[in-house]
């Protein structure tokens, strides 16, 4: 094997977290093949299917969130109570990670036990960057969840949380707790 063809491999992986798809690789000129013989020399983690982990890049806390888009073939975003905790605004802590992928998008069926997907069409303006992953914005995400039934203390916080660090403005959080409010949410 070339290595200039690993090195790529590798920088992909570097750019999602450490982990690289059976489509990624094949952009960078691997074949399944050569993924499995990387793997059964311990070049690669093999830890979905379709999924690998270069293990010489160090894992970073939203670990199992990058391992999620990845198992979503890429096309999904980080979503709901997931996306709280990626944006940094509340303090729940869900036992699955949630995701927002486009109705026909089906991943995997290995792996499905540790993520939750909700599958509509997000609009473009609904979906941001953080720390290298895609996600909903903290508007869309604090919705998401008060839809969910995530706890009003929890939103609460959050609202309060985004606006003290500028990511939600004071029209949006208004907007926000007015349709709580309909909802009968306690704000």
Request: hydrophobic share 40%; aromatic share 4%; glycine share 6%.
């Amino acid at each position: 094997m070339k290595r200039p063809i690993f090195d790529s491999l590798v920088e992909t992986a570097s750019d999602h977290h450490g982990y690289v798809t059976t489509l990624q690789a094949r952009a960078a000129g691997l074949d399944p093949t050569q993924l499995r013989l990387l793997a059964r020399s311990g070049r690669l983690e093999h830890v979905a299917r379709g999924v690998y982990r270069v293990p010489v890049l160090p894992r970073s806390e939203h670990d199992d969130l990058a391992f999620a888009i990845a198992w979503a073939r890429g096309r999904a975003v980080v979503s709901y109570e997931s996306a709280l905790v990626l944006h940094g605004l509340s303090n729940v802590n869900p036992s699955v990670v949630h995701l927002t992928a486009p109705p026909d998008n089906y991943p995997r069926a290995q792996g499905s036990g540790l993520v939750r997907i909700h599958r509509r069409h997000l609009p473009v303006n609904d979906v941001t960057v953080v720390d290298g992953l895609p996600v909903t914005t903290v508007a869309r995400t604090i919705v998401d969840c008060q839809e969910l039934g995530t706890d009003p203390a929890q939103l609460r916080l959050a609202i309060s949380s985004a606006r003290q660090s500028g990511k939600l403005s004071a029209s949006q959080a208004a907007k926000i707790k007015m349709l709580m409010d309909h909802r009968g949410v306690p704000t």
